[in-house]
Each structure stands twice: as structure tokens, then as C-alpha cells.
């Protein structure tokens, strides 16, 4: 895969308003996110060095529709919910988007077509990339963060090793540390 060039624009949070309008206006843009901005991610962040870059194209396809494509790639340390080190995770997504100024307007076309395959996003003048972007990377996360070869043997913590619900809850944060104490 081609690496995508990455030039100087800060995205910061909240968005200046004009910096939104100016990003729906251009077709392209593209940054870096610090990862240590993505707070909602850093619960399962081993820690928050490095960035997500990122690029939104920006279009309008038919009939005044406009379209969301965004790629994003970089690299996450994950923590390992087995033994609590770090875990290199390459990330990469690509996802297009129907942007819609309304709830109303993205209710409207959930109830025409539930399995749109479109998603609509309300992107009106509080539209956040950034927020968007944190939502991206945690929804497309494996639900079971572990090394492939960890440090702590399968059947050292085969009793900690319950599914994950549906939604991941926070780890307990010392779970771990309590079965290496176990293993010693
Ligand atoms: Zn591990």
C-alpha cells in the first residue's frame, strides 16, 4: 500500500469554524493526529505516542449529495489484555460517508434503507473530524487485544480469559498483574 503523503495542516479540537467550512469546501485535505488528543482511545492504548494520519476527500455527487471519503493509517500501541505490554497495531481504514445537515435528514434515510450502505453522518457547521476519526478507529478495533506469542502462557490466565462483551468494557487494571503474581 502506498503511503500517504502527509502535509503540515494541525487538525485541532474543536475545529475552528472556518476551518470546517474550509475543509468541506476544498476536496482534499489531510493531517496527523497526535494520538495523545484521542482520549477516548487511551484506554486501550499501552501508550499514546505517534499519530493517525488522516485524509478526507470531500465531493459532491449527485443531486447536491455530499460524499465523505476517509482513509486513515498509522500505527497503535495497543495494550495487551493479557500481559499489559504494548502490542504494534497497524491501522488502516478506508470509509465513504453521506454527509447530511439534519438528524431528521440521517433518520430519514436509515428508515428508507436500515442497511444503508452509505452511512450518513450529521456534518453541519459543529461538523468534528476529529471526533469522527476517534469513532472510526474504536469501532474498528478487535474486540480481543492480545500478542499472538505473549509473554504469559495461554493456561496461565485461562480463567481471566472470559469473551469480551459486545462492547468492551475497561479493563480491570491490575487483572494482569495479579495472574503474574499467580505464575511466579
Ligand atoms: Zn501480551
Known amino acids: 500500500m502506498a503511503v500517504l503523503r502527509v502535509d503540515s495542516i494541525a487538525l485541532t479540537r474543536p475545529l475552528p469554524e472556518n476551518a470546517t467550512a474550509r475543509m468541506r469546501a476544498e476536496r482534499n485535505v489531510q493531517g496527523a493526529l497526535p494520538l495523545s488528543s484521542l482520549l477516548r482511545l487511551h484506554d486501550v492504548l499501552a501508550h499514546d505516542a505517534g499519530e493517525m494520519h488522516w485524509q478526507a476527500e470531500f465531493s459532491c455527487v449527485a443531486k447536491g449529495t455530499r460524499q465523505l471519503n476517509l482513509q486513515l493509517h498509522g500505527e497503535l500501541q495497543l495494550l ?11 491501522f488502516g481504514l478506508a470509509r465513504t460517508f453521506q454527509l447530511v445537515d439534519t438528524e431528521a435528514e440521517a433518520d430519514r434515510l436509515f428508515e428508507v434503507d436500515p442497511e444503508v450502505e452509505i452511512e450518513p453522518i450529521v456534518a453541519g457547521s459543529k461538523f468534528d473530524l476529529a471526533a469522527l476519526i476517534e469513532d472510526e478507529i474504536i469501532l474498528a478495533l478487535p474486540a480481543i487485544r492480545t500478542h499472538a506469542q505473549c509473554a504469559l502462557r495461554q493456561e496461565d ?20 498483574l495479579a495472574v503474574l503474581k499467580k505464575s511466579k
Open 157 to 176: 490466565v485461562k480463567d481471566a480469559a472470559q469473551p469480551l462483551p459486545e462492547h468492551p468494557k475497561r479493563p480491570a487494571p491490575f487483572a494482569g
Open 80 to 90: 495487551c489484555q493479557r500481559c499489559l505490554g504494548a502490542l504494534a497495531y497497524p
